[in-house]
C-alpha cells in the first residue's frame, strides 16, 4: 500500500481498471478528492453558519459534542479525519470498493451540500420577510 517510492519518488503509475497501488494520481483523482474535500468542509462550515444565524440544530451527537467545544473544534474536528479517510480511500482508488466508497461518500456530500444551499435560500428568504406554506 505505501511503499519507499511513495516518500522517495513515485514509480508505480495510476493503471485505471487494475487493482493495484499506485504512487503516482491523475491530475483527474487528486482534482476529485480535492473537491470531496471541499464539499465536507463546506458542510462544516455550513452548518456552523445555519445553527449560529437559524438557530438550527446538529442531528448527530457527535458532531453537536464538538459544536459545544467550539466552532474552531467542530470544523477540524470534522475536517481531520475526512482527510485522512479521504486519503485512505485515494490509496485503494483501483480497487472495487475504494471506488465505491468514493463514488458513495461522494453523492452524499454533493446531496449534502445542496441541502445547506436550500437551507441558506429558505433561511435568507425568512430574513426578508417572505413566508413559505398556505396561509
Known amino acids: 500500500m505505501v511503499s519507499r517510492y511513495t516518500f522517495l519518488g513515485g514509480r508505480r503509475r495510476e493503471h485505471p481498471g487494475e487493482e493495484g497501488y499506485v504512487d503516482l494520481y491523475s491530475r483527474r483523482s487528486a482534482a476529485l478528492v480535492l473537491l470531496f474535500f471541499g464539499l465536507t468542509v463546506f458542510d462544516a462550515i455550513a452548518t456552523v453558519y445555519y445553527i449560529d444565524h437559524v438557530?438550527?440544530?446538529?442531528?448527530n451527537p457527535i458532531a453537536?459534542?464538538?459544536?459545544?467545544?467550539?466552532?474552531?473544534?467542530?470544523?477540524?474536528?470534522?475536517?481531520?479525519?475526512?482527510?485522512?479517510?479521504?486519503l485512505f480511500v485515494m490509496l485503494h482508488k483501483n480497487f472495487r470498493y475504494g471506488r465505491l466508497a468514493l463514488l458513495i461518500g461522494f453523492g452524499f456530500y454533493l446531496l449534502l451540500g445542496l441541502y445547506h444551499l436550500v437551507l441558506q435560500v429558505i433561511a435568507l428568504a425568512i430574513d426578508a420577510g417572505y413566508h413559505f406554506g398556505v396561509g
Open 55 to 59: 438557530h438550527g440544530s446538529e442531528w
Open 64 to 86: 453537536d459534542w464538538l459544536l459545544q467545544q467550539g466552532r474552531i473544534v467542530f470544523v477540524l474536528g470534522k475536517g481531520i479525519p475526512t482527510a485522512l479517510l479521504l
